[in-house]
């Protein structure tokens, strides 16, 4: 076997030059499985352990070394594999030889060159913080991953075997030893051998083969203190080298093989690597909250069984002096322009804490005030709200159209709750692209939120941590009209967000130990009981929302609008302070669950957080809607209609006490608006609502207008959901099902008494904001018109049903009171107050509002007539009659007709002079874009396709059907953009007379090159009938659209035929035939 070990060893040692790459390879190969299958104990194993091998055990290091340095220096053309086996192969003849004594000597060389193989892999360098900004190389032997696994690994198990706890390394009485006099020269020959050695072993000239024997037998170290120092001194600079190094290499199989190496060394040398302790600790701190899943698994993995299987006071120490370092650098790191070392720096503080488990936090941390006020100094500065943050944006959301927090069919409300989870990033930490950072921060004050209460049963000091926090922000309450800089605003924003974690933190629901930093193992983070929890909490966060919910805080203005204040700055800290005091109110419910509404906290918070919902600044009224959801889920109801409609009291009470001043309180008609339209609780308010609507209808008179007139457009957006909610009760109404006269019967009584005084309520809601509303069609303002339109038709579409399900609920109301006289004898049950004229509401109020409606009607702004003309259309079809035929006849099909010729005209009015001299130039002057006259156009297309499609409506159209029917036919056949509808508007028309319009198409149809086919064999084809046209002025639709009706385009042949054949299609040709 030695003369093999000789030969194998004078082959490894040939260069590139002298032997083949493959040869080379298998040399170390043969190497690698010579010793592999040594036995670790017998005659050979304690061979390799004397003396007598020491120096062909360090040459065979030496060699494998200068292997791997070698292939490494050949750059691109070096071999990784042969590098990576020559490593292996010397991790594997350390196993084997396995003895502390006979190691120790080679432990600083071999240690040093192992470090050269990982230095080797950098390109270049930049230290950023913890981690290392290191680019590796990516092409040769150097960039071989597997090479820098096996070096750390390497390195890891030489300081195991020779550096562990278990082994009594320091000789006693050698580090002071006690001489005499005569003795002192043959101890100071002694110290000169010795320095020698040392001297080469710093150079690392392990090559010993030819040694003699006498040199053999230094090869051995005594293990006093001083070898213990250095050796330890040296081994600490090594790993701060190369650690930081590895922390940063992109290959997750180096890291992982780092947290193997680092664990080791850990749990053998806590005692003889004290130094390194908290270095050490660091390195599997950052890897166990990294990002990739494998390593921080294992880095875990670790942690925890060193933090909660040992109990060794070494490592409690490191665990407290990383825990305090890190804490203490965290504003310093996290303020830098360097993002990834804050990143980093804040995700090892949260790891620290976690592994070092509530008590030892609360030790470290919480043990006096001092210590309770320097973490939330310290935590308040690594959260502040930078000034530049203010300047960078503002946003209002002005039109915004609120989403419903109502659910749609089939969807959860736990599901909602999980797309905006609570507690959120904080606004200025994402608008600067910093939400992992902000996640470990608030990972850290959840963390020491938990730890305030577990880490000491006997002293909690929760109490101190929010008596800190609440001081900033009632500062900032009493000082809010000095605070023109915004430093207060910005300062109170930082504490109410730690505020929030802390608590939130405390509840202990938010710890999941399956995914919180991969750990399983520990069971020190299990929550409190609920009982304990709320006795703790309940008194602090009574405090807290007073604090949070004063109106010097609540009510800080966010938008210009109503508001005295200018600077955009200032506007953006009071809705960024605002979002985080309203997110804070909705922490605090999940948090207390149910009991935040048994012990008061719900009806208190419930109104101010619904008002908020008609805030003008998205991100105010977007935090409201989260928070009532929050609420609402750890309340126990299903949705937040159920809350709102739980606490009606409350939410109705308020808002007519708003109402009633609404000088007092501008902004209650968007609240009642935010109400009815996110809550889903419009339908349950609507009984409630006749009061609260007498304020809002007295606004809406001429002396409201003119005292108060920024509340017009928001009062009528209030009318538009009241009546929305009561056309959608409406359907509800007509759809449900009356009890029959042979249900039961006391029952059967209060089931219809509910409906009746349900129509009641519809119906007069319904007509009052009609006919309050229907003047201002007349306004200049435009949004108001639309406004007004808009309630006039949801409000007619309410009426249309009530009455129409009104006869039948009547003799349902009849003969379940028959039939109740009869079982009981006397009747008990008073009939409801009835309004005669509940069953005829409809026409007597289109009646009143019609002349409002006309004048609406020849407006001069598109999008008022696009909308009128659709308004118009619903009426038609919802109220059609006699009636209704006599007012569209006399005062609408005029204008109609005019709108399809022209469009919208604007410009003033013209005088007679110029209409007969400049026609052309009047044309130019005062029409539309052609998109804007095509819009106007198809809107009173879509308005006669209505009204003719209505039987009742239809008459309407007698006296001036013929012109009617020459219009729609010429724009069917001349304009390409309105062929389609014009196609379907006389197609509705020949509802009404199928043989004018037939002909209208077919004057223009049998001379477009295409065989028209007569109606009946016996009857002629057209060509025979018509004479043929010489110009366009002669067809019949020109004629009948009179001599006013002027085409911008020619009369096309072939869509008069396209025309003609859909007609004949059509059901009314059909059956004609």
Known sequence: MATLLRKLVGAAMLTPDEASEEFRHGVVKCLASMFQHLPPQGDVAERMRSEEMAAAIGHLFSVLLQISHAEAARAGVGSGSIRADSLATLRIVVTKVASPDALAFFLPGVASGLGKVIKGAVVSNGRSGFVSAAQFYSVGAAASSRSLSEAILGIAELLVLVLADSRSLVTADIATPRIQD???????????????????????????????????????????????????????????????????????????????????????????LEVCMPLLLETLLLFACGDSSSVSATASHRLSFLAHSGSDSKLRSA?????????????????????????????????????????????????????????????????????????????????????????????????????????????????????????????????AGFSSLRGSVDKPSLADLLLLLQSSIRDCASESGADKGGQLRRSAAAAACALNEI?????????????????????????????????????????????????????????????DESDLAILEDNATLQQVLIEGVGIFGMTLGSSFETSGYLGLVIYPLLEKLGCSRYS?????????????????????????????????????????????????????????????????????????????????????????????????????EITRAARHESFELASSDLPSSMDEGEQNIQTLLQHKRCHHSVLTVASSCIVSS?????????????????????????????????????LRWEEAMQAFERSQGNLDYETPDRDPNDGNKLLPTIHQI?????????????????????????????????????????????????????????GG?????????????????????????????????????????????????????????GAVVSLACSQWELKELAAETASALSSSD????????????????????????????????????????????????????????????????????????????????
């Open 774 to 810: 229907a003047p201002l069609l007349a306004s200049k303002n435009i949004p108001a018109r639309i406004l007004a339109l808009d309630i006039i038709e949801d409000g007619v579409a309410a009426l249309s049903k009530i009455e129409a399900a009104y006869k039948a609920s009547n």
């Open 909 to 965: 009015r013209v005088g007679l002079d110029q209409l007969i001299a400049q026609p052309a130039t009047r044309a130019l002057a005062t029409r539309e874009s052609p998109g804007t006259v095509r819009k106007v156009q198809e809107a009173a297309l879509k308005c006669i396709k209505a009204i003719s499609g209505d039987k009742k409506s239809a008459p309407a159209l007698d006296a001036i059907f013929e012109t009617v029917a």
């Open 620 to 720: 105010v009224a977007h935090a409201a809607s989260i928070s009532l959801r929050a609420i609402s889920h750890h309340s126990g109801y299903v949705s937040v209609q159920k809350l709102v409609v739980a606490n009606l009291d409350h939410v109705v009470d308020s808002l007519c006490r708003q109402l009633r001043h609404i000088s007092m309180y501008p902004h209650a008609p968007e609240f009642l608006t935010a109400i009815l339209q996110q809550t889903g609780a419009a339908a349950d308010l609507l009984p409630l609502l006749e009061e609260p609507m007498r304020g809002l209808l007295q606004e809406l008179e001429i002396p409201g207008r003119h005292h108060h007139p920024y509340l017009t457009v928001p009062i009528l957006k209030a009318l538009r």
């Open 994 to 1073: 199928p043989d004018l319009v037939w002909i209208l198409a077919a004057d223009l149809a049998y001379e477009s090159g295409e065989a028209v086919a007569p109606a009946s064999p016996c009857l002629p084809s057209c060509s025979e009938i018509l004479p043929p046209l010489t110009s366009d002025t002669e067809a019949l639709c020109s004629q009948y659209a009179g001599r006013d009706f002027r085409l911008q385009h020619k009369l096309d042949r072939r869509c008069a035929y396209e025309l003609l054949c859909k007609l004949e299609s059509s059901t009314s040709f059909a059956k004609k035939q």
């Open 182 to 272: 005569q003795e002192a020269l043959g101890a100071l020959q002694k110290l000169s051998k010795k320095a020698v050695h040392e001297t080469r072993r710093d150079e690392h000239q392990l090559e010993v083969a030819d040694t003699s024997m006498e040199d053999r037998k230094v090869m051995r170290v005594e293990c006093h203190e001083r070898w213990l120092a250095d050796t330890v001194s040296h081994i600490d600079k090594l790993l701060q080298d190369v650690l930081p190094l590895l922390c940063a290499h992109p290959v997750a199989a180096v890291r992982k093989a780092v947290v193997e190496a680092t664990g080791q060394i850990i749990g053998s040398c806590q005692k003889t």
């Open 503 to 563: 608590i939130y933190g405390a509840s202990g629901t938010w710890l999941d130990r399956n995914n919180l930093f991969g750990s399983k193992e520990s069971n020190e983070w299990d929550p409190l009981p609920k009982a304990d929890f709320l006795s703790h909490v309940r008194d602090a966060i009574d405090d807290v929302l007073h604090d949070y919910m004063v109106s010097e805080l609540w009510d800080l203005p966010v938008d210009s609008q109503g508001s």
């Open 319 to 447: 665990f407290t002096a990383v825990l305090n370092r890190l804490l203490e650098d965290l504003p310093k790191v996290v303020i830098s322009a360097d993002e990834v070392s804050a990143l980093h720096h804040a995700r090892r503080l949260a790891a620290a804490m976690y592994y070092s488990g509530p008590r030892a936090v609360f030790t470290s941390l919480f043990q006096s005030p001092a210590c309770v006020s320097r973490f939330i100094t310290i935590m308040t500065q690594s959260l502040s709200l930078p000034s530049t943050f203010a300047s960078s944006g503002y946003i209002e959301s002005g039109g915004y159209k609120f989403r419903e927090i109502s659910l749609p069919h089939g969807a959860s409300l736990e599901a909602e709750v999980a797309n905006d989870q609570l507690p959120r990033t904080a606004p200025w930490f994402t608008q600067a692209g910093k939400v992992k950072l902000y996640d470990a921060l608030a990972s850290t004050l959840r963390l």
């Open 850 to 906: 019609w002349p409002h409606v006309v004048c609406c009607l020849r407006s001069e702004h598109p999008a008022v007539l696009v909308r009128c003309l659709s308004a118009i259309a619903f009426v038609a079809r919802e109220c059609g009659g006699s009636f209704l035929a006599r007012r569209l006849q006399k005062d609408v099909l005029p204008l109609l007709l005019r709108l399809l010729q022209d469009g919208p005209v604007t």
